[in-house]
Nanobody, 115 residues
Framework: QVQLVESGGGLVQAGGSLRLSCAAS????????MGWYRQVPGKQRESVAG???????NYADSVKGRFTISRDNAKNTVYLQMNSLKPEDTAVYYC?????????WGRGTQVTVSS
């Protein structure tokens, strides 16, 4: 059974940083591209960043230069380093496949950025 567990969210002031983690189980993690998504109430979930099995990355224009996605295949974990956070980054953050949802969604982790 595939399980994705996101963690690392919290409350931070604008300009601050957070590092999110997503631990995956039940899959051969190293063979999957992984991605981070976010959702605010009343809006569609949007892709934030993705990383291929070999480490190629892609980012939404809104986070380029501020967010960095990485992975540790030995730990079955994908990370999202978020710097220079803005109030508009406030959302619940989820991980899943690199460009689309290929697994059941986890619970996500709440990120709140105060102005």
């Amino acid at each position: 059974q595939v399980q994705l567990v996101e963690s690392g969210g919290g409350l931070v002031q604008a300009g601050g940083s957070l590092r999110l983690s997503c631990a995956a189980s039940g899959i051969t993690f190293s063979t999957y591209g992984m991605g981070w998504y976010r959702q605010v109430p009343g809006k569609q979930r949007e892709s934030v960043a993705g990383i291929s099995p070999c480490g190629s990355t892609n980012y939404a224009d809104s986070v380029k230069g501020r967010f960095t996605i990485s992975r540790d295949n030995a730990k079955n974990t994908v990370y999202l380093q978020m710097n220079s956070l803005k109030p508009e980054d406030t959302a619940v953050y989820y991980c899943n496949g690199r460009r689309s949802a290929v697994f059941d969604w986890g619970r996500g982790t709440q990120v709140t950025v105060s102005s």
